[in-house]
């Protein structure tokens, strides 16, 4: 592989300009695509065969009024006034009147007509606008249209807020502020990793064009697919922060070549064949980590997988093509800060001093340290992630409601009015579908007998046509509570009770039961995903470094990272520990985070594992000495492993500031497993039980260097090549312990 990768990198140098022009030309038609396409993501999770997009589909086809996208609009009035007075009443219903000829809207129900419409205090109102589209369909201009109607209704006085599948405003666009965030600290610390102007902005540069044309390109898939909006989150922050880290490890190699006096292109070439092959591991193993995702079986999260993935892949060619093209462009100003003579001190000399004293770096002091007290440091470092794991046991999975929103959004200011004045109930209510109704009289034993059941305040007809009937069930207790869910599945578990003689079947359908499914869903695919993704990561790893011990090694702290990291988000976000830290309201697991962070955080492990391993097995490849390898390589792998870490950590970080819980959740958790992975794990652990297990840990029996390729990950056959040296013949390293 390092050859390939060496003749790619070469040829790339010597045709830069027509390297640099292909990928803008991409960033430019993917960017032409994106706006002529007028794509849009969504945030409504679906999942197909459970009962609850049964019953949508049901409606869909023969009760399409009530198969479409939802508002539910809130009007309240303060103090002494009441809905009821003719003032606000006439406001409302004005409204009401307005939305009727809204294009797109297939029904509005009056809160003064309708069943528990007005709250038993008369101030707060229930009203509801039925869509012909679904939620991801429903035009903006049908929802301008809404937000027009409702006019009237502010002018008298009344509040109006908005809830539901779709309402206004719930299109949201995301700050461009944690990125910027993230570039501007990734800066920093490349400048002061490299000490070199040029060198700390070529991966944020090469990182930004592959972003531009992943992001464009899912906006465009976006009009013709259903693409949730935490795809794009995603697939930014891990395109951002591997295609800098990606041209972090690549730029590293080469710069400490050109510092021991290489010709550039030669340097290029050579770094791209070396750490080049370690980049194209690891990102391979984010990649399969991802594409992963496919096997739980869900749309949204396979799209969202495939997305992330396609970030990383873009990453990883401008990693291998554009970043060599660039380093030709920059000549041997990424060595330089200023072009002043080295005096001690500067930036320049200090990198000089640390690219051909490695032994002097800070890096080869921790792995000094590390070797020396590896015992103690194992025990300690393994007891602070299984501490930290501990909150994990109690984590609960659901989808955020409204009431996970900062107080600032209309839909949490539409829960909390709503649970005041009516209960919590009414803010997930769920809909029970029959079907085959031939009479009007088949429908009221059906909503008696769930009337009857505990954990319901109320239970009445809402339609009733095309064979099919729809009783809306209200709980009461809220969408995200443990009671409604048992609830959902004491309707199911009484199917036959509950539908009696009146020959229909029911079906439990609504937004409630529908996230109550997704993480059913989830809960029960995430063992198999766990073993499929590790499964085929571990042949990957294997292949790499020829040897078992390594994979397993790696997946073990993969395990105990991501364990941390849970425990870290359940205590945060769902037992509340940083509701003021992070201005959130305290709520379930997002049902489909862990999946995600087991995918990403394997992935992004294995990047580290790569980076430390392969240095430690070039130096033992050429010394044999299965201890001192491992102090000279992770102190190698050490400053640059630091800096990608940092930089994974920032921009994660830097997403805690989007108002969207499920982002910061998102962030919080993936910056914390990143952090844990690699400076608790991969710099400190990782090196410690290689140092204790020594030569051992690369063992191989005979047949398997037979009937296995060898890679060349460290590029050993690739350096011979230049030096013109022959090879070191293969051999199965086994006891040869220093």
Known sequence: MSTYLFTLARWSFRRRRLVLGVWLLAAVVTIVLAVASG??????????????????????????????????????????????????????????????????????????????????????????????????????????????????????????????????????????????????????????????????????????????????????????????????????????????????????????????????????????????????????????ALCGLAVVGIPFLTVMGFAAAAAVLVALLIALTLLPAMLGFAGTKVAKFISTPLRPGHPEAVAQIAANEPARTFGATWARFVVRHRNPLLVAGVALLLVLAIPALSMELGLPSGSAKPTSDTQRRAYDLTTAAFGPGFNGPLLVVADGVTSPGQVAPIAARLRALSGVASANQLANANGVAVVRVIPTTGPNDQATADLVNRIRDNRG??????????????????????????????????????????ILLTLAFRTILVPIKSIIGFLLSVAAAFGAEVAMFQWGWGKHVFGITPTETISFLPILTLAIIFGLSSDYEVFVVSRIKEDFTKTDEARGAVERGTGQAARVVTAAALIMFTIFVAFLLSDDPIVKAIGFTFAVGVFLDAFVVRLTLVPAVMAIVRAKLWYHPQWFAKYVPDPDIEGERLTHRISGAAPAPATDRTLNDD
């Not at 529908?514 to 063992?527: E, F, G």
């Open 39 to 288: 794509g849009k993501t969504d945030n409504t999770f679906t999942v197909p065969g459970t009962e609850s997009q049964q019953a949508s589909d049901l409606l869909r086809a023969k009760l399409p009024a009530l198969g479409g996208g939802q508002t539910q609009l809130v009007f309240a009035t303060h103090g002494s006034a009441l809905v009821t007075d003719p003032r606000y009443r006439a406001g409302i219903e004005t409204s009401i009147s307005k939305l009727r000829t809204v294009p797109g809207v297939a029904t509005v129900s009056d809160p003064f007509t309708a069943v528990d419409g007005v709250s038993p205090n008369r101030q707060v109102a229930l009203g509801s606008v039925q869509y012909t589209a679904q939620p991801t369909d429903v035009s903006d201009a049908t929802l301008n249209g809404v937000s027009a109607a409702v006019v009237p209704a502010r002018d008298a006085g009344v509040q109006v807020e908005y809830s539901g599948s779709a309402y206004p405003g719930w299109r949201t666009t995301p700050s461009e502020l944690p990125e910027l965030i993230g570039l501007v600290v990734a800066f920093g610390i490349l400048l002061v990793t490299f000490g070199a102007l040029v060198s700390a902005g070529l991966p944020i540069m090469t990182a930004l064009i592959g972003i531009v044309i992943t992001l464009t390109a899912v906006t465009a898939l976006a009009s013709v697919i259903t693409i949730a909006s935490a795809s794009t989150t995603v697939a930014l922050m891990l395109g951002l922060s591997c295609g800098i880290d990606y041209g972090l490890f690549i730029l590293a190699r080469h710069r400490n070549h050109l510092l021991t006096g290489m010709e550039i292109e030669d340097s290029v070439a050579l770094s791209a064949g070396t750490a080049g092959s370690s980049v194209v591991f690891a990102a391979l193993t984010v990649i399969i």
């Open 497 to 538: 009770t509950i539908e009696g003689s009146s020959g229909t079947s029911i079906l439990v359908g609504g937004t409630t039961a529908s996230n109550i499914d997704v993480s059913t869903k989830l809960s029960s695919a995430l063992p198999v995903f766990l073993v499929v993704v590790v499964g085929l990561a571990f």
